[in-house]
C-alpha cells in the first residue's frame, strides 16, 4: 500500500515521503498513530506541494547563512 508520511518515521522517511509500505504496518502502526496517510491522488498533489514548499525553505536558510558566513568572515571577535 502507498502513503504519504504525515511525521518523521525512523527507519522509513520524513515527513511528506510518498512510501510503499506492507498492508499490516500501514493499517496497524502508521495510520492509527497519524504518522501517515493513505496515498490517493489528491493527496499525492498535496505532498508534492508540501516537498516543494520545504525544498525552498531550505534553499532560503541555506542562502541566508552563506551570506551571514561571508559577512563576518575575517572579522575579529
Known sequence: ????L???VKGLGKA????????GYGFNYLLPESLADLATPGAIKQAERFIARRQQEHTAVVE???TLAATVKGKQV
Open 1 to 4: 500500500m502507498k502513503v504519504i
Open 6 to 8: 504525515l511525521a518523521d
Open 16 to 23: 511528506g515521503d510518498i512510501k510503499e509500505v506492507k498492508s
Open 64 to 66: 541566508s547563512t552563506k
